[in-house]
Structure formats: C-alpha cells, structure tokens
C-alpha cells in the first residue's frame, strides 16, 4: 500500500502541493508522513510518525523551499512503524544522496540487503524502501543510468518517486502491480499513486506510468524511458479495485466506485436473498453494497455509523490495535431493530471485524444479519506490498464457506466469485494480480516474508 506524490515546478510552493497531495492518499498509509524538497540540487527531508495533518503545520510546511518534492504515506510491509522507517528515505550514498518514497514490496530483501553490505553500504533501517534508494545513490553511472541499474536488481512490486541532482525521477516494476499516474499542472509535472490526487491539487491526468518504465522531470522537460523489457505480464493489484484505492479514483482507465458497484450488482445476482434492509459496512464496502441494493430493489440504510476519525482497523500495523479499532469505528442504528439485514463488504481476512459487526447488529435487534462479500475467499499471502496475515491466520485458506460463516455468526454468507470480480473491473484475468485469492503468483515468492525479519532482537 503506501501513497507517494512528486511534483516539479519551479515557480510554485511545491512542499504545500504535495501536503495536498497526501490529503488525497492519506487512506493508503497513516502510519507516517514525510516530504522531501530539493532547492538548487540541496535535499532537505521532514517526516514522523503520524497522519498527515499532524506532522506538517504551517511554520514546518513554509520551511521547505525547493522546485521539486516528494511526498509519502506509509503503511509498513517490511520494517516496523517507527521513526526511522518514515519516508521519504535520504540516503547519503558515494555518488549522489537520493531521496525516495516507495509503494510496494520487495520479494528479494536478503540479497538486495548481504549484497549492498558486502560493497560496503552501511543501512540504518529495516525497511526494503533503503535499499532500492542505496543502490541509487552508490551507484557512479549517471542518475537515469543508476535508476535503470538498480530496477534491473530489484525484484516484487514498486511504484517510486524520487529526488536526486534537483530531478525528479519516477519509476514502477515490470508487472505494475502498484498504481502509478502521471499529470500535467500548466506546464510543470506531477506523480502520484492515484488519480485522486491529481484532481485535488488541480492537476490534468495524462496517462499511467508504464510497467518497467523510467520518467524523469528536470529543466530540461520530460524524459521517459523502458527500462525494463516488456516481456512481464501486467499484473496491477485486485485489492485496489475492491478494498484499497479511493473510489473517486481510476485505475487503468476504470473509475473504482463504478466497479465496485458492479461487483454489488453481480453478487446480487449470484447470491440474492430475502431481506428487509441491505447496509454497508463502510467505507469500501459502500458502493457494493448500493449496488446489490439496487440490482435486488431492496431498501439501502447506513445501518452501521462510522466514526470518521477513527484510520482504517484493517492497515493497522498489528492485530490488537485492529481488534480496538473495531469498538471504536463503527456502531449500529435503531433502524436494524426487528429487520432481516444484509451488510455488505469488499472482504474477510483475519474475521474479527466481521464477527463484531455481526455481533453489534444482532446486539442491536436484527432478525437475520446476512453477510455479502465483494471479493472471493482470502486464502494466501501478499508478497506485493499489502499486509495481509499468514495464511495460517486466514479465516477462509483453511475453511469451507459454511465453516466462516458459523466462526464469524452471520445467518448466510456468499463471496463474489472470481469471473465476476474479474468482470467488474472490466480488465482482462491476465492484466490483475489476484494471488491472494487464487494461490497463484505472478513471480516466485520467498519461503518466508515476514514484515519484522530484519529488525533487532530484543533481549
């Protein structure tokens, strides 16, 4: 997951387009916050744990001068939530210092990491995000020259601005498997995760960075290149589709809040069932949930109210601050009392939220609580940058659907099947990375990907 954002325009306050620009994307990462500016080739970097509006104010944000920035959101997938994990990275390297923002994950740490320490690179955190910006930064050929070279080390999933030399670098691994977008402001130029972000800071959406490819903005204009071969399958992230990206964004083309309204509609047709009321459990599951409404002519309620104030349970960075946030983010209205109730959402991965939302509405004095799925079962691991359990603590990669439905205590429960989450999305199966559903990945995988391997033993 994670949110990055990059904008090179000289004659604007590019340190307060990209806070703006983080607004945007604060739902991908609300673990910290940075931004990074360069003022005549001079990196200077300000970061913390923290959303967004609590690491910058206006005496911090009116610190930063530069014609080019970046900015990050982060949501940890390997290394910790701490300090020196935040991002954007400054690495000091023997060619140049670089700075980076990273979305994804990498699947070969270890070798990245005993390689850059045999050559004699000294690393200050556990995040694989150093490492990508190490090799930038030692690397002697020049900047586009030593951004195609570490790219052609680096293996999994990542989506990158950078700073370094007063440039603005943006790069994405050869399946795409994060977002990536490139926008016009007049005539300076923006990157950032999403599309949303451009329409926040008024930006015009001008394509997609290409899978495997290399952009860099400078004085001199607009320089793309393929530096990766075009031999990988396209494999953009299913999760962004039906759980992560902002639903006024697109991606590839298709705006998010109108597929998820189809996968709420094909469900409906795929599991129909008699009910009273059909409610969301939001806020992904909203627009999926309006859908099977509509697609069956049953009555759509908020049903569950949401504490906007509360981040997202599910990226939160371990389980028992998820299981607090549940209690505090959502809580059934009188409405449910006496009614067979349908609550949709995009997912089940661990169960426990479902189990409290199911629990609260029947508390509440719902008749029946029928559980809808926008997506099919969870059953593997993600080794592309979002933080989804060990299988072995996947309600669903051990159980039958009936099995699920009795743990988490729903009156019925039905998943979206594949061919119609495929279909919602309106891209072809082989563009969309749906390992986590199917078992099957687009790249071999680590035997072992755990989020802390490389942090410090504790006595």
């Not at 959303?51 to 290394?79: M, P």
């Not at 950078?162 to 399946?175: C, I, K, N, T």
């Not at 959406?205 to 400078?218: H, S």
């Not at 509440?364 to 691991?381: C, F, K, M, T, Y």
């Given at each position: 997951m994670?949110?990055?954002f990059?904008?090179?325009?000289?004659?604007?306050?590019?340190?307060?387009?990209?806070?703006?620009?983080?607004?945007?994307?604060?739902?991908?990462?609300?673990?910290?916050?940075g931004?990074?500016?360069?003022?005549?080739?001079?990196?200077?970097?300000?970061?913390?744990?923290?959303?967004?509006?609590q690491?910058?104010?206006?005496?911090?944000?009116?610190?930063?001068?530069?014609?080019?920035?970046?900015?990050?959101?982060?949501?940890?997938?390997?290394?910790?939530?701490?300090?020196?994990?935040?991002?954007?990275?400054?690495?000091?390297?023997?060619?140049?210092?670089?700075a980076?923002?990273?979305?994804?994950?990498?699947?070969?740490?270890?070798?990245?990491?005993?390689?850059l320490?045999?050559?004699?690179?000294?690393?200050?955190?556990?995040?694989?995000?150093?490492?990508?910006?190490?090799?930038?930064?030692?690397?002697?050929?020049?900047?586009?020259?030593?951004?195609?070279?570490?790219?052609?080390s680096?293996?999994?999933?990542?989506?990158?601005v950078?700073l370094?030399?007063?440039?603005?670098?943006?790069?994405?691994?050869?399946?795409?498997?994060?977002?990536?977008?490139?926008?016009?402001?007049?005539?300076?130029?923006i990157?950032?995760?999403?599309?949303?972000?451009?329409?926040?800071?008024?930006?015009?959406?001008?394509?997609?960075?290409e899978?495997?490819?290399?952009v860099?903005?400078?004085?001199?204009?607009?320089?793309?290149?393929?530096?990766?071969?075009?031999?990988?399958?396209?494999?953009?992230?299913?999760?962004?589709?039906?759980?992560?990206?902002r639903?006024?964004?697109?991606?590839?083309?298709?705006?998010?809040?109108?597929?998820?309204?189809?996968?709420?509609?094909?469900?409906a047709e795929?599991?129909?069932?008699?009910?009273?009321?059909?409610?969301?459990?939001?806020?992904?599951?909203?627009?999926?949930?309006?859908?099977?409404a509509?697609?069956?002519?049953?009555p759509?309620s908020?049903?569950?109210?949401?504490?906007r104030?509360?981040q997202?349970t599910?990226?939160?960075?371990?389980?028992?601050?998820?299981?607090?946030?549940?209690?505090?983010?959502?809580?059934?209205?009188?409405?449910?009392?006496?009614?067979?109730?349908?609550?949709?959402?995009?997912?089940?991965?661990r169960?426990?939220?479902?189990?409290?939302?199911?629990?609260?509405?029947?508390?509440?004095?719902?008749?029946?609580?029928h559980l809808?799925?926008?997506?099919p079962?969870?059953?593997?691991?993600?080794?592309?940058?979002?933080?989804?359990?060990?299988?072995?603590?996947?309600?669903a990669?051990?159980?039958?659907?009936?099995?699920?439905?009795?743990?988490?205590?729903?009156?019925?429960?039905?998943?979206?099947?594949?061919?119609?989450?495929?279909?919602?999305?309106?891209?072809?199966?082989?563009?969309?990375c749906?390992?986590?559903?199917?078992?099957?990945?687009?790249?071999?995988?680590?035997?072992?990907?755990?989020?802390?391997?490389?942090?410090?033993?504790?006595?």
């Amino acid at each position: 997951m994670c949110g990055v954002f990059g904008v090179y325009a000289p004659d604007r306050d590019v340190a307060r387009l990209t806070y703006f620009g983080l607004f945007a994307l604060q739902h991908r990462g609300q673990e910290s916050a940075g931004i990074a500016v360069s003022e005549d080739g001079r990196l200077t970097a300000l970061r913390d744990l923290g959303l967004v509006s609590q690491v910058f104010d206006e005496q911090k944000l009116g610190g930063l001068h530069g014609q080019v920035a970046i900015g990050h959101t982060r949501y940890s997938t390997t290394g910790s939530s701490q300090w020196a994990n935040a991002q954007p990275l400054v690495q000091h390297g023997r060619a140049r210092t670089v700075a980076l923002g990273h979305n994804g994950n990498l699947i070969n740490v270890r070798e990245v990491r005993d390689g850059l320490r045999e050559s004699g690179v000294s690393l200050g955190t556990t995040s694989d995000s150093e490492l990508i910006a190490a090799l930038i930064a030692n690397d002697p050929a020049p900047l586009d020259e030593a951004v195609a070279n570490a790219m052609q080390s680096l293996e999994g999933a990542y989506s990158i601005v950078a700073l370094s030399e007063g440039r603005l670098v943006a790069f994405r691994d050869g399946h795409g498997f994060r977002p990536l977008v490139l926008g016009r402001l007049h005539e300076d130029w923006i990157f950032a995760s999403e599309t949303c972000a451009l329409d926040l800071v008024g930006a015009e959406f001008v394509r997609e960075v290409e899978p495997g490819e290399l952009v860099v903005a400078d004085a001199d204009g607009l320089h793309a290149t393929q530096a990766l071969d075009r031999g990988h399958n396209r494999a953009l992230c299913i999760w962004e589709f039906f759980y992560l990206a902002r639903p006024d964004s697109r991606l590839e083309g298709v705006e998010v809040h109108n597929a998820r309204v189809r996968m709420g509609e094909r469900l409906a047709e795929e599991s129909p069932v008699d009910a009273d009321l059909v409610l969301p459990i939001p806020d992904s599951g909203t627009p999926a949930a309006i859908g099977f409404a509509r697609a069956l002519g049953l009555p759509f309620s908020e049903g569950l109210i949401k504490n906007r104030y509360v981040q997202r349970t599910f990226i939160q960075p371990d389980q028992e601050l998820r299981r607090q946030g549940i209690k505090l983010k959502y809580h059934p209205v009188a409405e449910v009392a006496g009614k067979r109730v349908v609550a949709v959402d995009d997912s089940i991965v661990r169960g426990n939220t479902t189990r409290e939302i199911v629990r609260m509405l029947f508390d509440a004095g719902a008749a029946e609580v029928h559980l809808r799925i926008s997506s099919p079962p969870v059953i593997g691991q993600c080794f592309y940058g979002i933080d989804l359990a060990d299988a072995s603590e996947m309600i669903a990669s051990s159980r039958t659907v009936e099995e699920v439905r009795e743990l988490v205590g729903a009156t019925s429960l039905a998943y979206l099947s594949h061919d119609g989450l495929v279909e919602a999305t309106r891209r072809p199966a082989s563009a969309l990375c749906r390992a986590c559903l199917t078992g099957d990945y687009p790249t071999e995988v680590p035997d072992e990907a755990a989020k802390l391997r490389f942090e410090p033993a504790r006595a």
